[in-house]
């Protein structure tokens, strides 16, 4: 099942919100003293895992197999999240079927201009990057106009999602829980995976900001203001402010989260080699030699009788 047949384009939902403030939700360790109440009202597009903190409006992920709850073994569906995913990254035909049986709720965005011919990801000239996310949703232009179904992706769906509001027409995009760093020693503010990819943690969280902030000039000439909204009382004091919130509203000042970057690896490099295997069974059930003439004359007896 083709998924281009099955979800609908992103583009449908530009223009939805003219003039509002929206509010891009990410699961940064902020988001476990963040007053949830203040966004119950709001229009908000939540990252991955948001809904695990509240109901958002949208979410949006390039990895629908680790984070759409339907996907996740033991989660409750959530029916009335509309999703925007990445153009076919569904992994399994169960997922494409459950796709095609809820497209009022699933659009897809495209990152891959393939006018725009970009280098593969390479490991970082430094030896400590891991290896470079790929550049080629790194385009600018799509931050600069809404560009059919495109939106600018480099290292974390939270620009994606920044580009997304813009095209809905939003007057502020608000970033809430996109902290683009730890907070004493936490990724996030519950229990979720990582996916560091060999690369230091503070290395990826710096290329978060920066894709924003090159963004950012760019949507201010669309009239477009992207800010920050955080539960803190100064950015002096944010790792001491968030211990003692922790204190205050009895939560954990530590959630360790799991590396998943082995166990992908490892299902990506088993899927090739199934992939690779079916090919090759395939390849050596085809008849040859003798064989192939006998059966391509068969064929044509057969046409030619037709």
């Not at 047949?5 to 360790?29: F, I, W």
């Not at 994606?160 to 970033?175: Q, T």
């Not at 920050?228 to 360790?256: H, N, R, S, Y």
Request: hydrophobic share 40%.
């Amino acid at each position: 099942m083709s998924e281009s047949k099955s979800l609908r384009r992103v583009d449908e939902l530009y223009g939805r919100h003219r003039g509002a403030d929206l509010y891009v939700v990410g699961t940064g360790a902020s988001m476990r003293v963040f007053p949830l109440e203040f966004l119950r009202d709001k229009v908000t597009i939540g990252l991955n895992q948001a809904w695990k903190l509240l109901p958002t409006t949208y979410a949006i992920t390039m990895r629908p197999e680790l984070n759409v709850p339907e996907f996740i073994a033991g989660e409750a569906p959530r029916p009335d999240l509309i999703w925007i995913t990445k153009h076919n990254k569904l992994t399994s035909e169960p997922q494409r079927r459950f796709v095609a049986e809820q497209q009022q709720r699933f659009f897809y965005f495209r990152t891959e201009d393939k006018s725009r011919p970009a280098p593969p990801p390479v490991p970082s000239a430094d030896g400590k990057g891991g290896v470079e996310p790929s550049q080629a949703g790194r385009v600018l232009d799509w931050v600069a106009r809404p560009t059919d179904d495109y939106l600018y992706l480099w290292t974390s769906i939270s620009q994606s999602a920044v580009n997304l509001a813009a095209n809905m027409g939003a007057k502020n995009v608000i970033l809430v829980g996109c902290d683009n760093c730890a907070l004493e020693g936490n990724h996030h503010a519950h229990e979720q995976h990582t996916f560091w990819k060999g690369a230091d943690p503070d290395r990826r969280y710096h290329q978060y900001w920066e894709g924003l902030a090159e963004m950012r000039p760019l949507l201010r000439a669309r009239g477009v203001t992207l800010l920050t909204l955080t539960p803190f009382l100064g950015l002096g004091q944010v790792g001491e402010d968030f211990a003692q919130l922790c204190e205050e509203l009895a939560k954990p000042k530590l959630i360790v989260n799991e590396d998943i970057t082995a166990v992908q690896q490892g299902e990506t490099a088993a899927l090739q080699a199934a992939r690779a295997a079916e090919r090759a069974a395939a390849k050596a059930a085809r008849p040859r030699g003798f064989a192939a003439f006998v059966a391509r004359l068969t064929g044509k007896s057969r046409a030619a009788g037709e």
